[in-house]
Structure formats: structure tokens, C-alpha cells
């Protein structure tokens, strides 16, 4: 008998209409009768990485939160959850990103401020209380110690209930970006690589569904880089993580379409919409033609977009909406797959319920009602855009080669060069708004006197509550279980071995954030970087 063949069936273009009726399209060019030379959901990608794009289904719109202990975040994550928030997006202390507990001395003063203090699996415990894993898709912006966090993460999925195939998410875990901008790193690099080669191998058998790595210029450009050079050095710290990938063994279109990215959006409206579309375009080719990827997955860059909090002033704080409306239109029309909106109050504390509900409310604004969605790359063939395409395409090609002739993104750490571009740029911009050329309104322009808004305030008492949970953890967990787990970690940290097993099973042991760092430390050291001129 022979076997019928299948028959795809093409499925009816969905029909939307402007508010005067008029049919919307899903793709626009010049010449409408003949074929896109550059389609939405094809190959490079500039057009966006679907075919129908926010036509079908919006961006996850992925508020970032968290500050106190566990109980507060969990509370503001079932408040933006409830005001229709469709994703999760964790923000962690100073002592949790740099690997180092509560009642560490380098941790005072520090606990919970810019972030929630975890310090052991039972604080993530309490954060995603009554939150299914499983059904929820969760970012942690955690580098350093992300294996750690990721750790925890799939051992509290495992106590509700999910197995680890189950998860949804993403881990920032750049660490190259962090040598660069940020400065929240614990080892040097090369040990720093393998942690993240090793997160990325785990989760591409055991988690399969999580973003292990969220590549990211945003903070680069928050530091002061220009929108070529965020992407430009966004992507050379790409090629390093792909190689490392490489060179451990494991083949491009087994890992390559779970990578993702994170960038940043400011004001500059069409440069921006512009940015991320070369970023698309420039990644696709790299992939393709140096990479050899088959995957069409593996060609797509799936990234993250934060708006910008360096654009936000403490002066006239409700201007700050304005601006976040903006990028938020360019962060869509560039066609992002997840955002965070700033809130109005951000240049001065933690945003307030009420200032993270109106940053939520802008991104439903946009979506629900500005139209931009209608379309699939709705400013395509404007010539202003295309044109600065072309010149950010060119520029970052440049840079990218400039790069490789130095070895490398880590090769270009070590010299300085990202970090004294970075500085250049930035001493430009300051210049420029001191001296009146580059005007901020409300700062150098339209200034008037004003009131302070009533801000989030982080209570002192968090940091002695949360160093006597952290005492009674160590007095009631196994402490012989413990020091096996650690044990074997260390051992293992000296091998080539996949170190993400021995992480989970001491989170499972009820190892703190700073006995598994510590331990790594032992092994590793610290990275103390070299004084650059």
C-alpha cells in the first residue's frame, strides 16, 4: 500500500484593518506583485524572526522586579502577574550577583537594595510560592553565580512538581559584559567561560526549553557605547561564547538556537528600530557563513529589550513616561520578542506598584491600540531607515573584524579596547549635554522647581531577617550531605567535568549562594582586572 503524501495546507492570512477600515498588510514593499526580497520569518531575518510577527502574538512582556527577601518579591510578582504581566523577570542584590550570603561582611548594607537577596534554594522557594514553574516562563538577570541560581530554579520546578525539561526561561549569565561595563564578576575569564560552556551543554540535554545565556549590550550601552558598537561587541562576545561551545564539543544546531540576547533601547528612535534589525541581519550571516548552521533556529536572534534607565532623570520624574512610550514603540517596531518598560521613578529607587503598573500599562498601550502591530516591519522602506542600516551594517562588519584581529572578544577585554571605546563615547555624550548641545528636558532645558514623589524605601530590618533564617538554614540541613555535595564539586571543578550536576546537587543539599562561589573561589581564585590607561 502506498503511503498518501502530505498535504500542507496554507493557512489564511489574518485580516486586520486600520481604525478608517483600511486592510493592513503583513508585509509592505515597493514593487507589491513581486516576491519580498527580504521576508519577516526568512533568511537574514532583518524583516523580524516570524512571518506574521505581533500580527499573531505580542512580545512577553517581562517586568523586571524584585528587592527585600523572597516574601516581598513574591508578592510583587503576583501583583504585576495579576495586572496582566505575561512573564516573569527576576532582579537580584549586590551580595546574590557576586556570590556572597547575607551575613557575608562584604554584604552590609547591600542586602535586598538593588535586588532580592538569595541566599539559599529556600529563598527561591518563597519567591515563586504559589507561581507554577512549569507554566510560567521566568528571565533571572544573574551572571556570576547564574549557575547557582539556575540551580535553585530547577530544584524548586522539581518541588512543585515539573521536571527540568518543563522549564521555561532564560539566565542572563553574559559574563564577558561584565569585565566590560559592569563589574559584577567573581572568577576570570577563562574559568568564567567554561562555567557558561557548561550551563549552556546542561541545558541543551537536561533543560532544553531555557535561554542559558542572554548575550547582552544593553548594559554596554548604558555605560555610554553608541548603537553600532552595542551591537558590534555584543555579537564579537557572541562568536566567543559560540567557540567555547565549539571547542567543548557539541555541534552548532545542538545549542545555537536556545542562545539569546538582550539589548538596550533609548531615545533615538529610528536609529534604534534600525539597530536591531542589523543586529538580526549581521547575526544571521555569521552563523550561516562562519558557523555552518543548518538550523533555521540557529539563525534567529531572539532577543530581550530593556528600555533605557540612563535616558531617565531624577528631575521631573513623570517625563520619564514619555520617554519609556517611545522606546517602547521602537523596541516593537524593531521587533523584539520580550520588554521591559522602566518605571517613571527609576532614576531615584525601585519602582513603586504604582509606577511598574504604568510602565506595564505603556507596553498594553502600544500592542493593544497604537496600530504599530498590525504589520510586520512597519517602517521598512522608509529611506531615512534604510539608510542608517546600511551605515550601522558597515560599521559593525568594522568592528567585528577589528576584533578578530585581536584575538577575540576576551583577547579585546584584556587590551582595554571595548572599555576605552565605551569611555570615548560616553565623555562625548556628557560633554555635549553640559556644554547645552544635547538637550535633556527638565535637566539642561524646561527645569523648574518640584516635589520629590513618594518612592519605594527597602527596610534595614530585611538584612537582620534574613541572616536569622540563614543561621537556622545551617543549623537544620544535613550538614554531612552538605559537605559531600561541596566536596565533590570541588573535585569536580578540577576536571574537565560538567559542573552543573554537582551545583544542583548542592543546592539540593541546601548549599548557600556563598558556599557554592566560595568553594569555586578556592578553586578558581577571583579576577582582579589590570589597570587600564
Sequence with gaps: MTAKKSVKLKVPEKKLFTDSTFLVKRIYQKSPKKKPTEDAGKYPFTRGIHPEMFRERFWTMRQYSGFGDAKLTNERFKFMLEKGQTG??????????????????????????????????????????????????????????????????????????????????????????EYIARNTYIYPPEPSMRLIGDMIEYCAEKVPSWYPVSISGYHMREAGCTATQEVAFTLANAIAYIQTCIDKGLKIDDFAPRLSFFFCCTIEFFEEVAKFRVARKVYAKIMKERFGAKNPRSLQLKFHTQTSGESLTAQQPNNNIVRVAIQTMAAVAGGTQSLHTNSRDEALALPTEESAKIALRTQQIVAHESGITKTADPLAGSYYLEELCDQIEADVWKYLKKVERMGGSVKAIEKGFFQSEIRANAYRLK????????????????????????????????????????????????????????????????????????????????????EISNTFREVFGEYRPKEVF
Excluded: C, W
Design 88 to 177: 516573569l523577570s527576576m532582579a537580584f542584590d549586590l551580595p546574590t550577583q557576586i556570590g556572597y550570603d547575607s551575613d557575608s561582611p562584604q554584604s552590609e548594607g547591600e542586602v535586598g537594595k538593588v535586588g532580592v537577596s538569595i541566599t539559599s534554594i529556600k529563598d527561591m522557594m518563597t519567591a515563586f510560592d504559589g507561581i507554577p514553574l512549569g507554566k510560567v516562563s521566568s528571565s533571572m538577570t544573574i551572571n556570576s553565580s547564574a549557575s547557582t541560581l539556575l540551580a535553585y530554579y530547577i530544584a524548586v520546578g522539581e518541588s512543585q512538581g515539573f521536571k527540568s525539561h518543563e522549564l521555561r526561561g532564560t539566565t542572563q549569565n553574559d559574563i564577558l559584559k
Design 431 to 514: 560633554k555635549e549635554t553640559d556644554n547645552g548641545d544635547r538637550i535633556i528636558v527638565g535637566v539642561n532645558k524646561y527645569s523648574e522647581d518640584e516635589e520629590q514623589p513618594d518612592l519605594l524605601r527597602i527596610d534595614g530590618r530585611i538584612e537582620i531577617q534574613q541572616n536569622k533564617a540563614l543561621k537556622k538554614l545551617r543549623s537544620d540541613r544535613d550538614s554531612t550531605k552538605l559537605e559531600k555535595a561541596l566536596s565533590a564539586m570541588q573535585a569536580a571543578a578540577d576536571t574537565e567535568e560538567n559542573l552543573m550536576p554537582y551545583i544542583v546537587t548542592a543546592a539540593k543539599a541546601f548549599a548557600t549562594t556563598g
